[in-house]
């Protein structure tokens, strides 16, 4: 029984050993993070919850009293759940390119007039010190499809107000944005319910 409880305590000491020295690691570049800036995140991947996340940690900076802005690039067709609940927020500005994905307008000419406003409403608030959070939702379609062109959305990241936070989310990104943010996450597709059949719906898809 001693041997046994002696066993046990050793396992436990050595555990205890193992989180001190990891949180030993963490506190360590905890206290090397000295540097205060906004950063430039970007989700992509083929799974689903890239602007969900998104609009997510939007929710946190309204929470802290921050102002946010949102250009979507490629949803216009129906009223998402994230339009009709943030456009009503007394800090946020939001704005749909307004013509619906590229496969279902089939108009390069009307999407690129479409890209370009939404191009240059995204960088007045790029530019805007008054806004702490800028979304750019679906912005790396415009890079793919080629309306836009990515080295501008970098000068314009670079140009920003140092406080302001920025997201970008796509499917793809080109190499130069994905060089260019702070944190890059990718949302892989493992399952996904409409795969089995299951009818899109209001407040999950849209």
Same mark, same amino acid.
């Given at each position: 029984?001693?041997?046994?409880?002696?066993?046990? =305590?050793?396992?436990? !000491?050595? +555990? *205890?050993?193992?989180?001190? #020295?990891? &949180?030993?690691?963490?506190?360590?570049?905890?206290? /090397?993070?000295?540097? =205060?800036?906004?950063? !430039?995140? +970007? *989700?992509?991947?083929?799974? #689903?919850? &890239?602007?969900?996340?998104?609009?997510?940690?939007? /929710?946190?900076?309204?929470?802290?009293?921050?102002?946010?802005?949102?250009?979507?690039?490629? #949803?216009g067709r129906k009223s998402t759940g994230e339009q009709?609940?943030?456009?009503?927020?007394?800090?946020?500005?939001?704005?749909?390119?307004?013509?619906?994905?590229?496969?279902?307008?089939?108009?390069?000419?009307?999407?690129?007039?479409?890209?370009?406003?939404?191009?240059?409403?995204?960088?007045?608030?790029?530019?805007?010190?008054?806004?702490?959070?800028?979304?750019?939702?679906?912005?790396?379609?415009?890079?793919?499809?080629?309306?836009l062109q990515v080295e501008d959305l970098i000068n314009?990241?670079?140009?920003?107000?140092?406080?302001?936070?920025?997201?970008?989310?796509?499917?793809?990104?080109?190499?130069?944005?994905?060089?260019?943010?702070?944190?890059?996450?990718?949302?892989?597709?493992?399952?996904?319910?409409?795969?089995?059949g299951v009818k899109a719906q209001a407040g999950i898809?849209?």
């Open positions: 029984m001693k041997k046994e409880q002696s066993l046990a =305590e050793k396992q436990q !000491a050595n +555990l *205890l050993n193992k989180l001190l #020295k990891k &949180k030993a690691v963490v506190d360590g570049r905890i206290a /090397a993070a000295t540097e =205060e800036r906004g950063v !430039a995140i +970007l *989700l992509t991947g083929n799974g #689903k919850g &890239k602007s969900s996340s998104a609009f997510g940690t939007m /929710a946190r900076a309204l929470g802290h009293g921050q102002q946010a802005a949102v250009v979507q690039f490629i #949803k009709l609940f943030f456009s009503q927020h007394p800090s946020v500005s939001f704005h749909v390119m307004g013509h619906g994905f590229t496969w279902e307008t089939r108009d390069p000419e009307l999407e690129q007039k479409a890209a370009d406003k939404a191009w240059e409403l995204a960088k007045a608030y790029l530019s805007d010190p008054s806004i702490d959070f800028v979304l750019l939702d679906e912005i790396t379609y415009m890079y793919k499809y080629g309306y314009a990241l670079s140009q920003r107000p140092l406080h302001q936070n920025v997201m970008l989310t796509g499917r793809t990104a080109p190499r130069a944005l994905l060089d260019y943010v702070d944190t890059h996450s990718k949302i892989a597709d493992e399952k996904h319910a409409f795969k089995a898809e849209w």
